[in-house]
C-alpha cells in the first residue's frame, strides 16, 4: 500500500480562493450551467409540462442510483489532458459539479481524501 | 457541441434502453446501453454486459464532454429488464398496487383472527386508535408511541402465516 502524501499546497492559481470550486471565481462561472433544460411555460401545455416533469424525474432517480451503486467502490477518473486517475467515490454535490473521493491515486502520490471538480472528467467507469 | 445539454428530458428519455456509441471531447469513443441521462449535468449512463454473464461495467460521459450520440441497436424488454435489476440494491422489494391491498387484507384478517381491533383509515390500518400500519404492510411499517403495543403487534405481524415471504423484484 502506498503511503500517503502530505496535503500540498500549490502556488496560488489565477483566482485566489478555491481553484475553480468557489462559485464566484470565474472559472466556476464560465463552466457550470446555472439553468437545468426546460421547456418555457408558454407554447406548452400543461399536459406535457408533466410528462416533461415525470420523465426528469425517472431520468434523475435512476442517475442517483447510479451514485448510490458507486459509493465506496473504485471508480477510474479520465480527465482532460489524458490524466486517469483512480479513486474510491464518496459521494457527489446536489449539481453533479463535485465528487468527493478517498484514496486518490495520482503521478505524485495518493492523496488520502480529494475533491474532483466535474467539470475536469470526461468519463467515469466502474464494475459494479 | 451544447446540443446534447439542451436537450429536453423527453427526447433524452428517447435514448434510455438503447445501445449507443458516445463520442467525446478527445476524441474518446464509448458504446454501452443507456440506463439514463441525468436531468441535472446531461451525463449518460452506459452499461456494458460482459460476454459471460460476469458484473457489468458501468461508464458515465460528463453531459458537457459529450460531443455526439450515435444509436446502434434499440433495446427491448428484456434488455430493460437487465438494467433495472443491476441497480435495485439487495433487499428491495417492489410491490404492485393489487399485492399492496392484498398484504393489507391479510394482516387485518390476521389481526382481527386475533382479537386486535382494527379499522381501515384510507391506505392505513389504525390498531385500536393507538397504532398504524402503512403499506407495504411488514413489521417496520407499524407506528405508535406506546412501546409495549408497538412491540406486541410487530411480533404478531411477523408471525402471520398467511403472509408470502418477501421478494425480490422481478424483472
Known amino acids: 500500500m502506498r503511503p500517503h502524501v502530505s496535503v500540498l499546497r500549490l502556488p496560488r492559481g489565477p483566482d485566489p480562493n478555491g481553484r475553480g470550486f468557489d462559485p464566484n471565481s470565474p472559472r466556476f462561472i464560465a463552466l457550470c450551467p446555472t439553468t437545468i433544460s426546460a421547456s418555457t411555460e408558454t407554447g406548452t401545455d400543461s399536459v406535457q409540462m408533466r410528462e416533461e416533469q415525470r420523465a426528469r424525474s425517472v431520468l434523475r432517480e435512476s442517475f442517483l442510483r447510479t451514485l448510490i451503486a458507486m459509493t465506496n467502490k473504485q471508480v477510474q477518473f479520465h480527465m482532460y489532458e489524458r490524466v486517469k486517475v483512480e479513486a474510491k467515490f464518496g459521494a457527489s454535490d446536489i449539481d453533479v459539479l463535485n465528487f468527493q473521493v478517498s484514496e486518490l491515486h495520482t503521478p505524485i502520490g495518493v492523496q488520502k481524501e480529494a475533491l474532483l471538480r466535474c467539470q475536469d472528467v470526461i468519463s467515469y467507469s466502474f464494475d459494479l | ?171
Open chain 2, 1 to 171: 457541441m451544447d446540443t446534447w445539454r439542451q436537450l429536453k428530458p423527453l427526447e433524452w428519455c428517447k435514448y434510455v434502453n438503447k445501445e449507443v456509441k458516445v463520442t467525446a471531447h478527445e476524441k474518446q469513443q464509448h458504446h454501452g446501453w443507456v440506463f439514463t441521462v441525468d436531468p441535472v449535468s446531461a451525463s449518460i449512463v452506459l452499461v456494458t454486459f460482459q460476454e459471460k454473464g460476469g458484473t457489468p461495467m458501468v461508464r458515465v460521459v460528463t453531459g458537457h464532454a459529450v460531443q455526439e450520440v450515435e444509436v446502434l441497436q434499440e433495446g427491448n424488454e428484456e434488455t430493460a429488464g437487465r438494467l433495472r435489476v443491476i441497480f435495485t440494491p439487495p433487499g428491495a422489494h417492489a410491490f404492485g398496487p393489487e399485492e399492496v391491498r392484498h398484504r393489507k387484507e391479510r394482516l387485518r384478517l390476521w389481526l382481527e383472527k386475533n382479537r386486535i381491533p382494527v379499522e381501515e383509515k384510507g391506505e392505513m390500518l389504525c390498531v385500536a386508535n393507538v397504532l398504524t400500519v402503512s403499506a407495504p404492510y411488514g413489521a417496520e411499517d407499524c407506528s405508535s408511541s406506546n412501546e409495549i403495543i408497538l412491540a406486541r403487534v410487530q411480533s404478531l405481524v411477523e408471525s402471520n402465516p398467511d403472509s408470502t415471504p418477501d421478494q425480490p423484484a422481478n424483472s
